[in-house]
Protein backbone atom coordinates (compact mmCIF):
# COMPACT_ATOMS: atom_id res chain seq x y z
CA UNK A 1 0.00 0.00 0.00
CA UNK A 2 1.37 3.63 -0.89
CA UNK A 3 -0.20 6.95 -1.00
CA UNK A 4 1.07 9.45 -3.10
CA UNK A 5 0.04 12.96 -4.60
CA UNK A 6 -1.60 12.48 -7.92
CA UNK A 7 -2.42 16.41 -8.01
CA UNK A 8 -0.89 19.18 -5.59
CA UNK A 9 -4.03 21.36 -6.50
CA UNK A 10 -4.31 23.61 -3.52
CA UNK A 11 -7.97 23.35 -3.62
CA UNK A 12 -10.41 25.06 -1.26
CA UNK A 13 -12.25 22.16 -0.58
CA UNK A 14 -12.32 19.13 -3.28
CA UNK A 15 -14.72 17.05 -2.94
CA UNK A 16 -16.73 13.90 -4.89
CA UNK A 17 -13.48 12.07 -7.06
CA UNK A 18 -15.63 9.68 -9.42
CA UNK A 19 -13.72 7.54 -12.08
CA UNK A 20 -15.47 8.58 -15.61
CA UNK A 21 -14.45 4.98 -17.17
CA UNK A 22 -15.82 6.31 -21.03
CA UNK A 23 -13.28 8.87 -21.07
CA UNK A 24 -10.21 7.16 -18.85
CA UNK A 25 -10.43 10.69 -16.10
CA UNK A 26 -11.39 11.18 -12.55
CA UNK A 27 -14.16 13.99 -12.02
CA UNK A 28 -13.81 16.08 -8.70
CA UNK A 29 -14.80 19.28 -7.54
CA UNK A 30 -13.33 22.45 -6.01
CA UNK A 31 -16.40 23.56 -4.23
CA UNK A 32 -15.33 26.60 -2.78
CA UNK A 33 -14.31 28.15 -6.03
CA UNK A 34 -17.13 27.23 -8.05
CA UNK A 35 -15.15 24.08 -10.16
CA UNK A 36 -15.41 21.36 -11.60
CA UNK A 37 -12.26 19.48 -12.49
CA UNK A 38 -11.26 16.48 -15.16
CA UNK A 39 -8.00 15.04 -14.35
CA UNK A 40 -6.11 12.72 -16.06
CA UNK A 41 -3.64 10.37 -14.05
CA UNK A 42 -1.86 9.02 -17.23
CA UNK A 43 -0.65 12.50 -17.89
CA UNK A 44 -1.36 14.40 -14.89
CA UNK A 45 -3.50 16.98 -16.57
CA UNK A 46 -5.96 18.74 -14.63
CA UNK A 47 -8.83 21.11 -16.60
CA UNK A 48 -11.21 23.11 -14.85
CA UNK A 49 -15.09 24.03 -15.85
CA UNK A 50 -15.73 27.14 -13.91
CA UNK A 51 -19.69 28.04 -12.75
CA UNK A 52 -21.12 31.01 -11.08
CA UNK A 53 -22.11 28.66 -7.63
CA UNK A 54 -20.67 26.37 -5.78
CA UNK A 55 -20.36 22.70 -7.08
CA UNK A 56 -20.68 19.82 -4.38
CA UNK A 57 -20.39 17.05 -6.98
CA UNK A 58 -19.83 16.35 -10.75
CA UNK A 59 -20.91 12.75 -12.10
CA UNK A 60 -20.49 11.70 -15.80
CA UNK A 61 -23.81 11.12 -17.97
CA UNK A 62 -24.39 8.35 -19.82
CA UNK A 63 -24.10 8.21 -24.08
CA UNK A 64 -23.09 12.02 -23.50
CA UNK A 65 -19.36 11.63 -23.86
CA UNK A 66 -17.83 14.82 -22.04
CA UNK A 67 -21.34 15.58 -20.42
CA UNK A 68 -21.80 16.11 -16.59
CA UNK A 69 -24.54 16.32 -14.10
CA UNK A 70 -23.90 18.55 -11.52
CA UNK A 71 -24.99 19.11 -7.97
CA UNK A 72 -24.93 23.02 -7.53
CA UNK A 73 -25.67 24.80 -4.30
CA UNK A 74 -29.47 25.88 -5.97
CA UNK A 75 -29.92 22.79 -7.46
CA UNK A 76 -28.99 20.16 -10.61
CA UNK A 77 -27.89 20.90 -13.49
CA UNK A 78 -26.38 19.39 -16.74
CA UNK A 79 -23.72 20.11 -19.57
CA UNK A 80 -23.15 18.69 -22.86
CA UNK A 81 -20.04 18.49 -24.65
CA UNK A 82 -20.11 21.70 -25.85
CA UNK A 83 -20.24 22.72 -21.91
CA UNK A 84 -23.57 24.61 -21.64
CA UNK A 85 -25.23 24.18 -18.34
CA UNK A 86 -29.00 23.48 -18.54
CA UNK A 87 -30.86 23.81 -14.78
CA UNK A 88 -32.96 20.09 -14.44
CA UNK A 89 -34.50 21.39 -10.82
CA UNK A 90 -34.08 24.73 -8.64
CA UNK A 91 -34.45 24.86 -5.05
CA UNK A 92 -32.67 28.04 -4.07
CA UNK A 93 -36.09 29.43 -2.73
CA UNK A 94 -36.43 26.57 -0.63
CA UNK A 95 -33.11 27.75 1.57
CA UNK A 96 -31.24 24.49 1.20
CA UNK A 97 -27.93 23.86 -0.71
CA UNK A 98 -26.95 21.09 -2.60
CA UNK A 99 -24.07 18.73 -1.43
CA UNK A 100 -23.00 14.84 -2.22
CA UNK A 101 -24.47 12.95 -4.96
CA UNK A 102 -24.68 9.44 -6.00
CA UNK A 103 -25.79 7.71 -8.89
CA UNK A 104 -27.12 4.00 -8.96
CA UNK A 105 -26.98 0.79 -11.10
CA UNK A 106 -30.14 1.89 -13.26
CA UNK A 107 -28.48 5.42 -13.78
CA UNK A 108 -30.73 7.44 -11.11
CA UNK A 109 -29.22 10.44 -9.21
CA UNK A 110 -29.60 10.86 -5.13
CA UNK A 111 -29.19 14.18 -4.05
CA UNK A 112 -28.26 15.51 -0.48
CA UNK A 113 -28.56 18.90 0.89
CA UNK A 114 -27.26 20.76 3.71
CA UNK A 115 -30.22 22.57 6.06
CA UNK A 116 -30.54 26.60 5.72
CA UNK A 117 -31.72 28.62 8.64
CA UNK A 118 -35.15 27.74 8.59
CA UNK A 119 -35.08 25.07 6.13
CA UNK A 120 -33.94 21.20 7.14
CA UNK A 121 -32.09 19.30 4.76
CA UNK A 122 -33.25 16.32 2.92
CA UNK A 123 -32.22 13.04 0.66
CA UNK A 124 -33.17 12.55 -2.34
CA UNK A 125 -34.20 10.66 -5.65
CA UNK A 126 -34.26 13.32 -9.01
CA UNK A 127 -36.77 11.88 -11.22
CA UNK A 128 -36.41 11.98 -15.35
CA UNK A 129 -38.61 15.44 -15.18
CA UNK A 130 -36.78 17.40 -12.85
CA UNK A 131 -38.82 16.68 -9.74
CA UNK A 132 -36.84 15.58 -6.04
CA UNK A 133 -38.81 12.79 -4.44
CA UNK A 134 -37.37 13.12 -0.93
CA UNK A 135 -36.67 9.89 1.29
CA UNK A 136 -34.78 11.01 4.50
CA UNK A 137 -36.49 14.12 5.58
CA UNK A 138 -34.76 16.31 8.36
CA UNK A 139 -31.04 16.13 7.77
CA UNK A 140 -28.14 18.60 8.33
CA UNK A 141 -25.05 17.96 6.24
CA UNK A 142 -25.87 15.15 3.74
CA UNK A 143 -22.96 13.33 2.17
CA UNK A 144 -21.95 10.27 1.61
CA UNK A 145 -24.05 8.25 -0.84
CA UNK A 146 -23.02 4.91 -2.22
CA UNK A 147 -24.62 1.31 -2.63
CA UNK A 148 -23.35 -2.40 -1.75
CA UNK A 149 -21.96 -4.63 -4.93
CA UNK A 150 -25.29 -6.37 -4.91
CA UNK A 151 -27.09 -3.20 -5.16
CA UNK A 152 -29.53 -4.49 -1.61
CA UNK A 153 -27.86 -1.62 0.89
CA UNK A 154 -27.55 2.17 0.25
CA UNK A 155 -25.39 3.85 2.72
CA UNK A 156 -25.54 7.36 4.09
CA UNK A 157 -23.60 9.93 6.10
CA UNK A 158 -25.21 12.90 7.55
CA UNK A 159 -22.43 14.11 9.18
CA UNK A 160 -23.74 15.79 12.51
CA UNK A 161 -24.89 12.41 13.89
CA UNK A 162 -21.17 11.56 13.70
CA UNK A 163 -22.58 7.99 11.94
CA UNK A 164 -22.69 6.43 8.78
CA UNK A 165 -26.55 4.61 8.00
CA UNK A 166 -27.25 2.34 6.34
CA UNK A 167 -30.71 1.49 4.30
CA UNK A 168 -32.38 -1.34 2.84
CA UNK A 169 -32.20 -0.88 -1.28
CA UNK A 170 -34.36 -1.71 -4.18
CA UNK A 171 -32.75 -1.23 -7.54
CA UNK A 172 -36.08 -2.43 -9.42
CA UNK A 173 -38.23 0.56 -7.71
CA UNK A 174 -35.47 2.84 -6.01
CA UNK A 175 -36.60 3.00 -3.48
CA UNK A 176 -34.63 3.00 0.28
CA UNK A 177 -36.37 2.09 3.32
CA UNK A 178 -35.47 1.27 7.12
CA UNK A 179 -32.82 3.99 7.90
CA UNK A 180 -30.84 2.62 10.83
CA UNK A 181 -26.74 2.90 11.98
CA UNK A 182 -24.16 1.43 10.37
CA UNK A 183 -20.99 2.74 12.15
CA UNK A 184 -21.31 4.93 15.17
CA UNK A 185 -17.82 7.07 15.14
CA UNK A 186 -18.53 9.59 17.71
CA UNK A 187 -15.53 8.53 19.52
CA UNK A 188 -13.68 8.97 16.14
CA UNK A 189 -10.78 12.09 15.74
CA UNK A 190 -12.63 13.59 13.03
CA UNK A 191 -16.61 13.52 11.60
CA UNK A 192 -17.32 11.21 8.70
CA UNK A 193 -17.51 12.86 5.16
CA UNK A 194 -17.79 11.28 1.65
CA UNK A 195 -17.70 7.98 1.37
CA UNK A 196 -17.45 4.57 -1.46
CA UNK A 197 -18.04 0.74 -1.59
CA UNK A 198 -15.65 -1.52 -3.13
CA UNK A 199 -15.87 -5.05 -4.49
CA UNK A 200 -16.20 -7.10 -1.45
CA UNK A 201 -18.78 -4.92 0.16
CA UNK A 202 -16.20 -2.55 2.28
CA UNK A 203 -17.22 0.44 3.31
CA UNK A 204 -14.76 3.31 2.97
CA UNK A 205 -15.05 6.60 4.42
CA UNK A 206 -13.00 9.70 4.84
CA UNK A 207 -12.42 11.56 8.07
CA UNK A 208 -12.79 15.15 7.67
CA UNK A 209 -10.64 17.10 10.60
CA UNK A 210 -9.21 13.03 11.29
CA UNK A 211 -6.63 13.22 8.36
CA UNK A 212 -7.81 9.75 7.26
CA UNK A 213 -10.03 7.01 5.23
CA UNK A 214 -10.90 4.15 6.84
CA UNK A 215 -12.42 0.50 5.64
CA UNK A 216 -15.20 -0.92 7.36
CA UNK A 217 -16.68 -4.58 6.80
CA UNK A 218 -20.04 -5.37 5.37
CA UNK A 219 -20.78 -6.38 9.09
CA UNK A 220 -19.73 -3.07 10.13
CA UNK A 221 -16.29 -4.09 11.60
CA UNK A 222 -13.27 -1.74 11.50
CA UNK A 223 -10.52 -3.14 9.36
CA UNK A 224 -8.10 -0.91 8.13
CA UNK A 225 -7.09 2.64 8.86
CA UNK A 226 -4.68 4.98 6.06
CA UNK A 227 -3.25 8.14 7.24
CA UNK A 228 -2.81 11.31 5.05
CA UNK A 229 -0.05 14.10 5.68
CA UNK A 230 -3.11 16.65 5.54
CA UNK A 231 -6.16 16.73 8.15
CA UNK A 232 -9.00 17.66 5.99
CA UNK A 233 -9.87 14.55 3.97
CA UNK A 234 -13.09 15.06 2.37
CA UNK A 235 -14.07 11.65 0.15
CA UNK A 236 -12.68 9.04 -1.65
CA UNK A 237 -13.45 6.89 -4.61
CA UNK A 238 -11.78 3.98 -6.65
CA UNK A 239 -10.39 4.35 -10.24
CA UNK A 240 -8.14 3.75 -12.76
CA UNK A 241 -8.46 1.14 -15.63
CA UNK A 242 -9.31 -1.80 -13.07
CA UNK A 243 -10.61 0.11 -10.44
CA UNK A 244 -7.69 -0.41 -8.29
CA UNK A 245 -6.93 2.63 -7.36
CA UNK A 246 -8.40 4.71 -4.35
CA UNK A 247 -8.75 8.27 -5.16
CA UNK A 248 -9.02 10.48 -1.96
CA UNK A 249 -9.71 14.56 -2.09
CA UNK A 250 -8.81 16.97 0.26
CA UNK A 251 -9.26 20.54 1.97
CA UNK A 252 -7.41 23.63 2.55
CA UNK A 253 -8.41 26.09 5.06
CA UNK A 254 -6.11 28.65 6.82
CA UNK A 255 -4.42 29.59 9.33
CA UNK A 256 -5.47 26.26 11.37
CA UNK A 257 -4.97 23.50 8.24
CA UNK A 258 -2.79 25.50 5.84
CA UNK A 259 -0.45 22.23 5.58
CA UNK A 260 1.94 22.12 2.47
CA UNK A 261 -0.28 19.26 0.88
CA UNK A 262 -3.97 20.26 1.63
CA UNK A 263 -6.48 20.86 -0.93
CA UNK A 264 -4.40 17.88 -2.97
CA UNK A 265 -5.42 14.78 -4.54
CA UNK A 266 -3.90 11.52 -3.33
CA UNK A 267 -3.95 7.99 -4.74
CA UNK A 268 -4.01 4.68 -3.01
CA UNK A 269 -2.58 1.51 -4.59
CA UNK A 270 -2.87 -2.09 -2.76
CA UNK A 271 -5.74 -1.54 -0.76
CA UNK A 272 -8.39 -3.73 -3.48
CA UNK A 273 -10.97 -3.16 -6.24
CA UNK A 274 -13.57 -1.10 -6.19
CA UNK A 275 -17.23 -1.13 -7.90
CA UNK A 276 -17.66 1.04 -11.26
CA UNK A 277 -18.89 3.93 -10.99
CA UNK A 278 -22.77 4.40 -13.30
CA UNK A 279 -22.87 7.42 -15.20
CA UNK A 280 -26.26 9.43 -15.24
CA UNK A 281 -29.12 8.23 -16.92
CA UNK A 282 -30.45 11.79 -17.75
Same mark, same amino acid.
Given at each position: ?????????????????????????????????????????????????????????????? @???? %? +??????? &? *?? $????? =??????????????????????????????????????????????????????????????????????????????????????????????????????????? @???? %? +??????? &? *?? $????? =?????????????????????????????????????????????????????????????????????????
Amino acid at each position: MTVEVVLRAAAAFGECPTWDAADGSLLWVDLNRCEAHRLRPADGSDTALRFDQPVAAAKPRA @GRAG %G +LVLTLRD &G *VA $VTGPD =GAVHMVTDWSAEGVRGNDTGVDRRGRLWVGTVAGDAAPGWLGRLSGDGATHRVVTDTRLSNGIAWSPDDRRMYFVDTPTRRVDVLDYDLASGTAANRRPFVDLADVE @GVPD %G +LCVDADG &G *VW $VALFR =GGAVRRYTPEGRLDREIRFPVSLTTACGFGGPDLTELYVTSARRAPEHDEPLAGSVFVVTGVGQGVAAPAFAG
